[in-house]
């Protein structure tokens, strides 16, 4: 009988965390490396996997602001998860902060490896159910500790996450032009902070409206606001006027492109700064 091939098990629950395994996909597909892929719901992760066509497998959605539902969309989404990967030969899974994935993973004894770059999150979960954690060296081992997280499962490498697919990057030359933005304008991308994660802080609201109320005082710019969700829309929709040059991404694009056609880049997520500021942008 022929012995089933072992499958490397990616978890997606976050629209960055798709261009980051993207050349991981890659290169798992060049050495003909057997891998699964299911997504969560949330943000633009479905529409950027559409886009590259990658495919996946959609489980769950996120579950909002509330902590109670959170945690039962967590264990909602593990079983979910489970159902799905229980008839294959998964060996590893790997995540960019999965906990749904950590979790089903741990309740059916896959190795789990979980990467990280925010030591600032809970990790009562992550300590308890990885079983390697990946983390940029610049993070020293004081910070870690202080967060709780257990140096003994911790695994480093240099740099940031962000180079290992910025690495292949190339601009297109015309994309500011395909998003209608003119040469002479002044493009503005604004990344709101998100209002449903576990570490918003509700005063970046405030610097988020006084940065639209500036900019789109000067005629000369285009305020583009890459908003997560309907939420954050409606919320700036709520607390100040629409001008002309106040305009919301309404449709997925290539978020690396965007960032280098920016003159720039006003971000409430580390990743996308993180993006920016590599790509030479002047980034806040």
């Not at 909602?76 to 993973?105: D, P, Y």
């Not at 967060?147 to 003994?152: T, V």
Request: glycine share 4%; proline share 4%; net charge positive.
């Amino acid at each position: 009988m022929k012995k089933e091939k072992e499958l490397l098990w990616i978890d997606l629950d976050n629209a960055p965390h798709v261009p980051l395994f993207r050349p991981i996909f890659s290169e798992l597909n060049r050495k003909n490396y057997e891998h699964i892929v299911t997504s969560r719901d949330f943000t633009q992760t479905t529409q950027l996997l559409k886009l590259w066509q990658i495919e996946h497998i959609p489980v769950g959605s996120h579950a909002g602001k509330n902590k109670i539902k959170k945690v039962l969309n967590l264990f909602q989404r593990a079983s979910q998860l489970k159902r799905i990967i229980k008839s294959k030969n998964v060996k590893t899974a790997i995540s960019h902060g999965s906990r749904s994935q950590l979790l089903a993973a741990k309740q059916m004894a896959i190795k789990s490896i979980l990467m990280l770059d925010y030591e600032f999150t809970e990790t009562k979960i992550i300590n308890c159910l990885s079983t390697h954690i990946l983390i940029p060296s610049l993070i020293p081992d004081k910070r870690l500790s202080s967060a709780g997280i257990n140096l003994n499962k911790v695994i480093r490498y240099n740099g940031f996450k962000e180079e290992l697919y910025l690495n292949h990057f190339q601009p297109i030359d015309n994309f500011r032009r395909q998003i209608g933005i003119t040469k002479d304008q002044v493009l503005v991308v604004i990344r709101p902070p998100s209002m449903v994660s576990n570490y918003h802080n509700p005063k970046s609201e405030g610097l988020l409206i006084s940065a639209l109320n500036y900019f789109s005082s000067h005629s000369n710019a285009m305020c583009l606001v890459v908003n997560r969700t309907i939420t954050e829309k409606e919320f700036i929709i709520s607390k100040i006027k629409l001008k002309e040059n106040i305009r919301f991404l309404e449709k997925v694009v290539d978020g690396l492109q965007l960032l280098y056609a920016a003159d720039i880049t006003i971000s409430g997520g580390g990743t996308m700064n993180r993006e920016s500021a590599l790509l030479g942008t002047e980034t806040y």
